[in-house]
């Protein structure tokens, strides 16, 4: 079963305006921690926020915010006044509890959502 | 503070060769981790260490494929022989073990095996 779920391939934006990637992810382990990664076409894999299971406060960094809903289990990135430069693969992660099953706290990727921020 | 360092950037290489792919974590990290990145099967773990010892190598796709970590700052992954299935990029991520657990990443290996 998908662990992590990104139901949006592709995505479009104004520059200057808010834009919300989705990701909801399946677990039964009571501590996790999520995370988002951002991939330009350079390539690297770049660490944007982190948002813990027992944290009661959405995370934000900056332009970025976490809308973390528990009980749903999503985890959507909150991108606002977008940038040109926000243009990229956006990665929704989850850890979950160091040792559970045997994982070590591995991540678990998503599949991606591409941003493409318009002039 | 230096980020984690991938070496080569890029490589290009012909069937049937070893392929070696160096990394160096984040200075005081203890947990390395080996990713693959193709269009097909978007990132997979190979192999991760902690405090130098492999702990998991299930992803690594079959026996051509190894990895060392000879000490704290220094990692290799290698193919031999080489195969063009193995054409991807790469990534190199370093964790402390702690905290978060946030893995940060090298800027990766494109690797492509004619």
């Known amino acids: 079963a998908q662990k992590i779920t990104q139901t949006q391939p592709g995505m479009f934006v104004q520059e200057k305006e808010a834009v919300t990637l989705d990701c909801t992810y399946d677990?039964?382990?009571?501590?996790?921690?999520l995370f988002w990664y951002k991939q330009p076409s350079s390539g690297e894999m770049i660490f944007l926020i982190y948002?813990?299971?027992?944290?009661?406060q959405n995370a934000t960094e900056g332009r970025y915010s976490l809308n973390f809903q528990k009980a749903r289990k999503s985890a959507n990135l909150v991108i606002s006044a977008s940038q040109l430069g926000d243009s990229a693969m956006y990665f929704c992660?989850?850890?979950?509890?160091?040792?559970?099953?045997?994982?070590?706290?591995?991540?678990?990727f998503g599949k991606g959502t591409k941003l493409s921020v318009k002039p | 503070d230096a980020g984690v360092i991938q070496s080569p950037r890029h490589e290009v290489t012909e069937m049937g060769q070893e392929v070696t792919l160096r990394c160096k974590p984040i200075?005081?990290?203890?947990?390395l981790f080996w990713y693959r990145q193709t269009m097909m099967r978007g990132l997979e773990l190979l192999i991760y260490?902690?405090?130098?010892?492999?702990?998991?190598d299930s992803g690594m796709p079959e026996d051509r494929f190894s990895a060392k970590m000879p000490n704290a700052s220094f990692s290799t992954l290698k193919i031999q022989p080489s195969e063009p299935r193995d054409s991807a990029v790469y990534f190199c991520?370093?964790?402390?073990?702690?905290?978060?657990?946030?893995?940060?990443f090298g800027p990766g290996t494109r690797l492509t095996v004619l």
């Open positions: 677990t039964s382990d009571p501590s996790y921690g």
């Open positions: 200075s005081g990290h203890n947990s």
């Open positions: 991520a370093s964790r402390w073990r702690a905290g978060t657990d946030t893995q940060y």
């Open positions: 992660a989850m850890r979950e509890a160091m040792n559970y099953g045997g994982s070590q706290g591995n991540l678990i």
């Open positions: 260490f902690n405090n130098n010892v492999p702990i998991d």
């Open positions: 948002q813990g299971s027992y944290d009661q």
